[in-house]
């Protein structure tokens, strides 16, 4: 005859089939993992500003398309290689064009202080550099109603660039860049002279 085990014993049995199950992994039945972090609603997007690379200007997603940028709208302040992130709602993204405020708290790393502020943009689509020549496209676009790749190809053919208009031209020091550089900066200085008129 068996003997009846003590209540102890019965505990250490049952802790010890515990410990064993917790081993193997469970007892067959799966829960769900309650940890799983929730998907980012957001998505961090770079962009650098260039005449030179310009540091200290803002940055943000123009979602009403009024020119500024205001309270609510994603923005960032450019470093002293022209480069912000923004970090930009998912249902956002790709909608709305980047505008950069260049005011006279900003460097040009070419120029130096910028005596005269001024604004640039570039396509909700192309966000990765705003400069002179994107701004161009933009104001392309939106008159013509045209993809940003069009836009861009009709620029370009239009300066008589060797490279995109939405290139970094500050990148490297070939003569098409450099061409883009100085169309960059008559651009620039044009818009501060009839900001001062």
């Keep these: ?8 014993h019965k505990g250490m049995l049952a802790a010890g089939l515990l410990s064993m199950l917790a081993a193997c992994g469970g007892g067959g039945g799966s829960s769900p993992n309650t940890d799983q972090p929730a998907a980012p609603s957001t998505t961090a997007v770079s962009t650098t500003v260039i005449d030179g690379p310009l540091q200290n200007a803002v940055v943000c997603l123009d979602k009403n398309s009024n020119g500024a940028c205001d309270e609510g709208e ?4 450019t470093d002293a290689s022209g480069k ?11 909608r709305f064009p980047i505008l950069a405020i260049v005011g006279t708290d900003a460097l040009d790393a070419d120029t130096g202080a910028v005596p005269v502020p001024y604004t640039l943009r570039a396509p909700a689509d192309q966000t990765g550099v705003v400069s002179p020549l994107t701004t161009m ?37 070939s003569a098409d860049s450099k061409l883009a550089g100085t169309l960059a900066r008559l651009i620039v200085v044009a818009k501060q002279e009839q900001r001062r008129a």
């Design 137 to 173: 496209v933009q104001a392309y676009l939106e008159t013509t109603g045209s993809s940003s790749a069009d836009a861009a190809a009709a620029i370009q053919a239009q300066l008589g660039l060797g490279i995109s208009p939405l290139s970094n031209f500050v990148q490297d020091s």
């Design 84 to 94: 912000a992130t923004v970090d930009v709602d998912n249902a956002d993204l790709g």
């Design 1 to 8: 005859p068996h003997t009846p085990l003590s209540s102890l």
């Design 74 to 77: 994603p923005s960032g302040k």
